[in-house]
């Protein structure tokens, strides 16, 4: 039962360019939104994250859209270096009965950036 | 900055041994949980802590995990007897508040291989 989906295994993107990452929800109950990067052989490093009363955050080089109606979010990093080059995980979290917030993370998608 | 160490980095055991993985979360962090990722999949929910008891459990921790939390630094994850499908890479993460806006910290991990 996958409630969080990451469609895009692997993403390749120019230098400069933009890149967008989505991920797609199932669980209405879901409240809270995060994206995390990962290097290999590191630990998750939070990126962002977005409230479900709000549909979109910005922090510099990246923004996150939320669309609650669609059940989609996603992240843009604009522009594009090669050091964003990693594993990006949407996750999502829900505050109701018997969750203290534990994460739900996507399968994640490898991004590229090529100089 | 203020980072979850996790030790050892790697761990191969034999199956149906006991296995303890060790964390040291940042100090003034009240919320721990562990997550794993087996190899090419997602990060998996498995455990999260507060207050010195288990807030919240997913079906993976069953009666051969434990957590602990020994000596107010520490934070560990006991597999009693391990089997071949615990082999995964395993994630100690802390944060100061329940639903940060700042996403939790991860630690580097700690492979677990069980032969």
């Known amino acids: 039962d996958q409630q969080v989906k990451q469609n895009s295994p692997s993403l390749s993107v120019q230098e400069g360019r933009i890149s967008i990452l989505n991920c797609d929800y199932t669980?209405?109950?879901?409240?809270?939104f995060l994206w995390y990067k990962k290097y290999p052989a590191e630990g998750p490093t939070f990126l962002i994250s977005i409230s479900s009363i709000k549909d979109k955050n910005e922090d510099g080089r990246f923004t996150v859209f939320l669309n609650k109606s669609a059940k989609h979010l996603s992240l843009h990093i604009v522009p594009s270096q090669p050091g964003d080059s990693a594993v990006y995980f949407c996750a999502a979290s829900a505050d109701y009965g018997g969750s203290q917030g534990n994460l739900i993370f996507g399968k994640g998608t490898k991004l590229s950036v090529k100089p | 900055e203020p980072e979850v160490t996790q030790t050892p980095s790697h761990q191969v055991t034999q199956m149906g041994q006991e296995v303890i993985l060790r964390c040291v979360p940042i100090?003034?962090?009240?919320?721990f949980y562990w997550y794993r990722q087996i190899l090419g999949q997602k990060v998996e929910f498995l455990v999260s802590f507060y207050n010195n008891e288990i807030s919240e459990k997913s079906e993976i921790f069953d009666d051969q995990f434990s957590v602990e939390r020994p000596d107010g630094s520490n934070f560990t994850l006991k597999i009693r007897s391990t089997k071949l499908e615990d082999s995964a890479m395993y994630f100690c993460?802390?944060?100061?508040?329940?639903?940060?806006?700042?996403?939790?910290?991860f630690g580097s991990g700690t492979r677990l291989t069980v032969v």
């Open positions: 100090s003034n962090h009240l919320y």
């Open positions: 993460a802390s944060s100061l508040n329940f639903r940060t806006n700042y996403g939790y910290t």
């Open positions: 669980n209405s109950m879901f409240d809270y």
